[in-house]
């Protein structure tokens, strides 16, 4: 087994920066799931971060799990986002994101949108590439 193939195994990084998602195969269509992010430094100390990943269309998108309304998680710890017409639901107050573009087009951040991640197919599984931070995460 090549390192790659092992590191992808144990769900590690295979690249610096980016996060391992799932097996692309395991992302089928119209669904989600949530995946872990590196912490972020928060006002009190490092913060957990989450992204959410779904295939819409064939294609496979990834957002920060953060509402632009009030920065709550988009789903209830479980991953599913998909209402029945096929829009992105926010579980906490009901907005509607347009699946491929993360545009909100129902509810009360209409006009806003998700943040998009950066997504990669490598020998079949799916990466989240984050990009480096600009400012030190540790400043006081
Ligand atoms: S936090 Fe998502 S709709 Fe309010």
Redesign the pocket.
Known sequence: MSRAEAEDAAGQDSRAGDRRICAASELVEGRSRRFDLAPVQGMFGPMPMEGVALRVQGQVRAYLNL??????P?DLGDGRLFARDGTLE??????HFEPLTGACVR???EGRALTPLRVEERAGILWVTVEPREEPVDDP
């Open positions: 509402c632009p309304h009030r920065g709550q988009l926010c579980q906490a107050h009901g907005a509810g009360p951040c």
